[in-house]
């Protein structure tokens, strides 16, 4: 009870004090506190964070682009750097090579063979010093320094399985092979094969002598190629030297053994032997040119028939394998560059010259329905 009594005076004294001033200025306003309610914590409404996704981009990876390469492969005939044993050295080949140098006898091809990927020829004949040969018709040699003449004018592959090989028994061969390697030449014959490689196509070649071992070749022909296959090669070219000499038709047992050539995984078939031209088939979309001709050849200082041709194809490859296609050409040429003789300088064909050649390519491939336009140009069945 006395908390309250004395409650109760304390405020009449505040009271009272108030109304005289207290010292205090009666107009002054009196503040006013205003008050807020204070929210509780569980009455605040939550803050929204923004969830932040990070947007991983989860791209789907593309394959590759495929890599597509062309490569232009040139071939011709019978090459032999030198002469045979019954030439005398006037109007010769060795006494052109002493007159114009290395340079001189692939000059007129030459715009040809370096503009392509590979080039090809068959090398009839050897590169070498010794004398000791062999009981034949024709033995056939040249200085091994000779093999510079096929680097100047751009020949990068040999086919050397031919009756020639061994005009100047294991010696001959020896030196011309030493010859091949120090010129850094590819190079096949017999159970050898070679491979050269450009654009990163590799390019397997076999080469047979069916002319002198007759159809005992089937077993290099099998063995090469099935070599190859397990190489890697992405081409294969075989080279045979057939047939009968100065025959414008192939005949039966060079068809079998090209057909299978190509049966066995052959891409591209380049025959020699006969010195002159021969026809070109078409079988299962591949090429077999029965007969090259002679090209630069020392052989014969004057041969009746002075006509031969380069023959060319393109290979198109995607990520290393072979697309189908028949895209090939040939060009018409002559063994030398002068009609009075041979001069040892093969050269491209022009006017006259040019169109009867053409018309002898196409008779010649006529039994095998193969035709090839003014151009020179591969004509595709429709």
Not at 46 to 64: D, F, G, S
Request: charged fraction near 25%; glycine fraction near 8%.
């Amino acid at each position: 009870m006395r908390k309250c009594v004395k409650a109760g005076l304390a405020i009449c004294l505040m009271l009272c004090l108030g109304l005289t001033g207290c010292g205090t200025d009666p107009t002054a306003e009196i503040p006013v506190q205003v008050w807020e309610p204070i929210e509780s914590e569980s009455s605040k409404e939550p803050e929204q964070t923004e969830e932040i996704v990070e947007e991983t981009e989860t791209k789907e990876e593309l394959p590759p682009e495929p890599v597509e390469v062309t490569i232009l492969i040139s071939a011709a005939g019978d090459v032999t750097l030198g002469n045979h044993q019954d030439q005398d050295y006037g109007s010769s080949f060795i006494q052109k090579y002493d007159e114009e140098g290395d340079k001189y006898f692939l000059q007129n091809v030459k715009d040809i063979f370096e503009n392509d990927d590979m080039t090809i020829v068959n090398f009839e004949g050897v590169l070498t010093t010794s004398d000791n040969k062999r009981q034949t018709t024709y033995n056939m040699k040249g200085d091994p320094s000779y093999i510079n003449i096929l680097t100047e004018g751009c020949v990068e592959v040999v086919g050397f399985a031919n009756n020639h090989q061994r005009d100047y028994l294991e010696q001959g061969i020896t030196d011309t092979v030493e010859a091949f390697k120090s010129a850094n030449l590819t190079y096949a014959y017999d159970d050898i094969t070679g491979i050269y490689e450009t654009k990163g196509i590799r390019i397997g070649v076999v080469a047979l002598n069916e002319v002198e071992q007759g159809s005992a070749v089937e077993k290099y022909m099998e063995e090469g190629i099935s070599s190859l296959k397990e190489q890697d090669v992405n081409l294969i070219i075989v080279c045979c030297h057939w047939g009968i000499e100065k025959e414008n038709y192939p005949e039966a047992y060079q068809m079998t053994l090209g057909r299978k050539c190509i049966d066995l995984g052959a891409d591209l078939v380049l025959g020699s032997h006969p010195h002159v031209l021969q026809g070109v088939e078409e079988y299962n979309g591949k090429f077999i040119v029965y007969s090259l001709a002679n090209f630069c050849f020392g052989g014969n200082r004057s041969p009746k028939d002075k006509d031969t041709m380069i023959f060319q194809q393109e290979f198109k490859f995607v990520d290393g394998v072979k697309v189908e296609d028949t895209n090939a050409r040939v060009i018409p040429c002559k063994v030398s560059s002068v009609s009075t003789h041979n001069d040892f300088c093969p050269t491209p064909a022009v006017g006259e010259d040019y169109v009867q050649i053409m018309k002898r390519i196409n008779e010649y491939s006529k039994p095998f329905g193969t035709r090839f336009d003014e151009g020179g140009n591969y004509i595709k069945e429709e």
